[in-house]
Nanobody, 117 residues
C-alpha cells in the first residue's frame, strides 16, 4: 500500500522559512510525490506547486517566487522550500503522488504550517 509521509511543518513568524519533505513508500514500483497542496482554515484545498520535469515548475500566483519545489526520484521524495512566509500561507500542507497505472492519487497525512503576524 502506498504511503506518503510528510514532515517539516511548524509555527514560524512572518518572513520565516520552512522546508517540507514528503517520502513515498509501500509500492512495488516507484511512486514519487510531485505536487504540494494546501488547505487554509475554512477554505478548499488548493494546488501550491507541481514539479513538471521541465525547467519551470508550476506555482500558484500567491507564491510569487517564495517557494521552491524539488524532487529526488531516487528517494521517492519531494521537498517544498518555503521562504518569506506570510500569514496567508497558514494551512495544512499535503503532498500528492499520482499512480499512473491505477489512476489513483495518494496523499500525505498533512503537516500544519502556521505563520504568525
Amino acid at each position: 500500500q502506498v504511503q506518503l509521509v510528510e514532515s517539516g511543518g511548524g509555527l514560524v513568524q512572518t518572513g520565516g522559512s520552512l522546508r517540507l519533505s514528503c517520502t513515498a513508500s509501500g509500492s512495488i514500483y516507484t511512486v514519487t510525490p510531485t505536487a504540494w497542496y494546501r488547505q487554509p482554515p475554512g477554505k478548499e484545498r488548493e494546488l501550491v506547486a507541481r514539479f513538471t520535469g521541465g525547467d519551470r515548475p508550476y506555482y500558484a500566483d500567491s507564491i510569487s517566487g517564495r517557494f521552491t519545489i524539488s524532487v529526488d526520484y531516487a528517494k521517492d521524495t519531494s521537498y517544498l522550500q518555503m521562504n518569506s512566509l506570510k500569514p496567508e500561507d497558514t494551512a495544512v500542507y499535503f503532498c500528492n503522488a499520482h499512480d499512473a497505472l491505477t489512476m489513483i492519487d495518494y496523499w500525505g497525512q498533512g503537516t500544519q504550517v502556521t505563520v504568525s503576524s
